[in-house]
């Protein structure tokens, strides 16, 4: 079945440092759904972004992540970590089950400590 | 604002007891969605609904009941809680777009099973 593999579960870095969280994955559909979700501390987890087009990069708030179907990866990243960056990051790729919606199956998550 | 929300925030159940966590969303989603979080697990589906009236198993459903009496209103349901339950659980809801479909996540329930 569809799956998502995120080999870091803790990345430490110093402020100042470029992120890269890794994110591969595998499904059967040509057409498959990326996502990158930010979990704060004592908050609710939500979109950072997501992407469906092979090749394209896609940015928000100062990440980026590109959808590379031909290794099946979406890595994340951030040129420079801000202390405020610190969070649960999960990678998510979405199983449709049909036009009545998905279900988005999540890595384990990497948990991003950006210290001083 | 579309929300979702989720209570109680916090729940102290014990063993052998019922538990249920309730989950409202003013998004006019389809679908919702239940997870439960754990350490090196991740955000595990453990049920979710297409609409009012229907509920479907996730991939660990054992253990747990869903209830979708309403477009708004999805409950997860623990007949027989035990220590194993003990997590945090994430409500969510969907649009029905396909696979491009983000979701709106509840704030979470604490549980700790005694």
């Known amino acids: 079945g569809d799956s998502v593999t995120q080999k870091e579960g803790l990345v430490t870095l110093t402020e100042g440092l470029p992120v890269m969280l890794n994110c591969t994955y595998q499904?059967?559909?040509?057409?498959?759904?990326l996502f990158w979700y930010v979990h704060y501390l004592n908050e609710s987890p939500r979109l950072l972004l997501k992407?469906?087009?092979?090749?394209k990069r896609t940015e928000h708030q100062g990440f980026h992540a590109t959808l590379h179907k031909s290794s099946s990866s979406f890595h994340l990243q951030k040129s420079s970590a801000q202390l405020s960056d610190s969070a649960l990051y999960y990678c998510?790729?979405?199983?449709?089950?049909?036009?009545?919606?998905?279900?988005?199956?999540f890595g384990i998550g990497t948990l991003l400590s950006v210290k001083p | 604002e579309a929300a979702v929300t989720q209570s109680p925030r916090n729940k102290v159940a014990v063993t052998g007891g019922k538990v249920t966590l309730s989950c409202n969303q003013t998004?006019?989603?389809?679908?919702m969605y239940w997870y439960r979080q754990d350490t090196g697990h991740g955000l595990r589906l453990i049920h979710y609904s297409y609409g009012a009236g229907s509920t479907e198993k996730g991939d660990i459903p054992d253990g747990y009941k869903a209830s979708r009496p309403s477009q708004e209103n999805f409950s997860l349901i623990l007949e027989l809680a035990t220590p194993s339950q003990t997590s945090v659980y994430f409500c969510?809801?969907?649009?029905?777009?396909?696979?491009?479909?983000?979701?709106?996540f509840g704030s979470g329930t604490r549980l700790l099973v005694i």
């Open positions: 992407s469906s087009t092979d090749n």
């Open positions: 998510a790729l979405s199983d449709r089950w049909g036009s009545s919606g998905n279900k988005l199956i």
């Open positions: 499904t059967i559909y040509s057409n498959a759904f």
């Open positions: 969510a809801s969907g649009d029905a777009e396909g696979g491009n479909s983000d979701y709106t």
């Open positions: 998004n006019n989603h389809n679908n």
